[in-house]
T-cell receptor, first 111, second 111 residues
Framework: EDQVTQSPEALRLQEGESSSLNCSYTVSGLRGLFWYRQDPGKGPEFLFTLYSAGEEKEKERLKATLTKKESFLHITAPKPEDSATYLCAVRTNFGNEKLTFGTGTRLTIIP | DAGITQSPRYKITETGRQVTLMCHQTWSHSYMFWYRQDLGHGLRLIYYSAAADITDKGEVPDGYVVSRSKTENFPLTLESATRSQTSVYFC??????????FGPGTRLTVL
């Protein structure tokens, strides 16, 4: 069974304090790993898709990386508006169109 | 640019009643999805559709019915609501199965 585990569950950082969120996965044939941002009371907002180990993608203060077993979402010099829950999801060769989501990391940036 | 909308945004119903959650997208995306989000479980796929008149079960389909007579609409019906179906429901759409774009969600409470 495909599994996605995100850590930590919650993270509090001072504004400007860089850190990383982890998404580890156990799947049978990865076809894509996805990062979403979710603000309270809203739907997930797409951030990145990574397809192969070694791939990296960046958007403003966020950079996502992928290895064969995990993905990291690096946040550089975060601002309070980066506070949100960050979700990781995987699509596999045998899961058809299904995305399997982790339970997310709740990030709080303190001014 | 309306994107993807869901209605109602909030719904309170009673055990045993039928309730339908609506999802509408303006992008003419082929794929549409229904997820539920519960604490500790993350997002779980209920049903998805690859095109009009084509639907398939996801991870937690029991107690739900879907239809897709038009590309832009994907209603989700709870035939006889139960308390365990209290949740936040998200609809998503995608041109390919990979990058899914989510609606704002419907918070459903079953008393």
């Amino acid at each position: 069974e495909d599994q996605v585990t995100q850590s930590p569950e919650a993270l509090r950082l001072q504004e400007g304090e860089s850190s990383s969120l982890n998404c580890s996965y156990t799947v049978s044939g990865l076809r894509g790993l996805f990062w979403y941002r979710q603000d309270p009371g809203k739907g997930p907002e797409f951030l990145f898709t990574l397809y192969s180990a070694g791939e990296e993608k960046e958007k403003e203060r966020l950079k996502a990386t992928l290895t064969k077993k995990e993905s990291f979402l690096h946040i550089t010099a975060p601002k309070p508006e980066d506070s949100a829950t960050y979700l990781c999801a995987v699509r596999t060769n045998f899961g058809n169109e299904k995305l399997t989501f982790g339970t997310g990391t709740r990030l709080t940036i303190i001014p | 640019d309306a994107g993807i909308t869901q209605s109602p945004r909030y719904k309170i119903t009673e055990t045993g009643r039928q309730v339908t959650l609506m999802c509408h997208q303006t992008w003419s995306h082929s794929y549409m999805f229904w997820y539920r989000q519960d604490l500790g479980h993350g997002l779980r796929l209920i049903y998805y559709s690859a095109a009009a008149d084509i639907t398939d079960k996801g991870e937690v389909p029991d107690g739900y019915v879907v239809s897709r007579s038009k590309t832009e609409n994907f209603p989700l019906t709870l035939e006889s609501a139960t308390r365990s179906q209290t949740s936040v429901y998200f609809c998503a759409s995608s041109e390919s199965p990979d990058t899914q774009y989510f609606g704002p969600g419907t918070r459903l409470t079953v008393l």
